[in-house]
């Protein structure tokens, strides 16, 4: 069974509308981390955060922000007023316990000037 | 500060042919990943290493890979002997040690084509 599932795999939108990344996630463990990484074109995977599972309060860092809610498993992204710039292939990571990490398929998210 | 290195940056060979690949962590790092993504999915790990120690490599295709980190540095990926279904990017991560999962720097990637 997938650990991390993105059901999104390709979203376009035009430039400065708001778009949501969905994660849903599954583990047993009561200790776990939640992560987004961003792949750019050029394929290098940059982290943007780390979450753990005793802290649901919502996050924002300037056009980004992450909701984060135990009771439905998901730990969704949102970009408001995207860019250009934002166009790249998102990863939703978790890692439990033991240090094992697992990877979403990733969001292919291409935004149109 | 220094990335993660990582080379050669592509390779291509042909099956039941050797290949190895190597990596550099960021100074002071003592976990080491190495993961593979196959076009359009995620990076899956096969090994990670803390300092000179393996962590986990359940997810390692034994028979055929193997990975060793010589004085808890630089670390070497070797496939021998590859099959088609190996072509994939070739990453490499590292981190910080400690109890909390810290967040990982990813090098640039080797692609990796078997013919």
């Known amino acids: 069974a997938q650990k991390v599932t993105q059901a999104q795999t390709e979203i376009s939108v035009v430039e400065k509308e708001d778009v949501t990344l969905d994660c849903v996630y599954e583990t047993r463990d009561t200790t776990y981390y939640l992560f987004w990484y961003k792949q750019p074109p050029s394929g290098e995977l940059v982290f943007l955060i780390r979450?753990?599972?005793?802290?649901?309060q919502n996050e924002i860092s300037g056009r980004y922000s992450w909701n984060f809610q135990k009771s439905t498993s998901s730990f969704n992204f949102t970009i408001t007023a995207s860019q250009v710039v934002d166009s790249a292939v998102y990863f939703c990571a978790l890692s439990e316990a033991g240090n094992q990490f697992y990877f979403g398929t990733g969001t292919s998210l291409t935004v149109i000037p | 500060e220094a990335g993660v290195a990582q080379s050669p940056r592509y390779k291509i060979i042909e099956k039941r042919q050797s290949v190895a690949f190597w990596c550099n962590p960021i100074s002071g790092h003592a976990t080491l990943y190495w993961y593979q993504q196959i076009l359009g999915q995620g990076p899956k790990l096969l090994i990670q290493f803390q300092n000179n120690g393996v962590v986990d490599d359940s997810q390692l295709p034994k028979d055929r890979f193997s990975a060793e980190r010589l004085k808890g540095v630089d670390s070497t990926l070797k496939i021998q002997p590859a099959k088609l279904e190996d072509s994939a990017v070739y990453l490499c991560a590292s981190s910080l040690e400690g109890q909390l999962p810290y967040e990982q720097y990813f090098g640039p990637g080797t692609r990796l084509t078997v013919t």
């Open positions: 979450r753990n599972s005793f802290d649901e």
